[in-house]
């Protein structure tokens, strides 16, 4: 017989290749989804602003509107008060 004295046998398991496969699938699929998602915020963000330029320009034009009618609504003239650019209400402390 023999004395001699074996080293164990040490196996290192490799990866399969189908293995590496899926990874490098779910790797790529992850980073699209990623990209995916960053281009849809941008593009949420960019309707965002642009909807709140239309909403601050009619914000805008109303306040513009309602402050003309306000200075026609209370146009003062010397003797008295214009009502709705028709009807003149004359002071009658001349009288």
């Known amino acids: 017989m023999n004395d001699e004295k074996k080293e164990p046998q040490v196996f290192e398991k490799k ?3 189908g293995a590496k496969t899926v990874k490098a699938v779910v790797s ?3 980073a699209g989804c990623l990209v995916a998602s960053l281009g849809l915020n941008i ?3 960019g ?3 642009s909807q709140n330029r239309k909403v601050n320009k009619f ?3 109303q306040l513009e509107r309602q402050a003309k009618e306000e200075e026609q609504e209370n146009t ?3 003797d008295g008060y214009k009502v709705a650019n028709q009807y ?3 002071s009658t402390t001349h009288i």
């Open 28 to 30: 790529v699929a992850l």
């Open 88 to 90: 003149e209400i004359r």
């Open 43 to 45: 593009y949420q963000a």
């Open 76 to 78: 003062y003239q010397e």
């Open 15 to 17: 990866p399969a290749k």
């Open 59 to 61: 914000i805008d034009n």
């Open 47 to 49: 309707q965002s602003a």
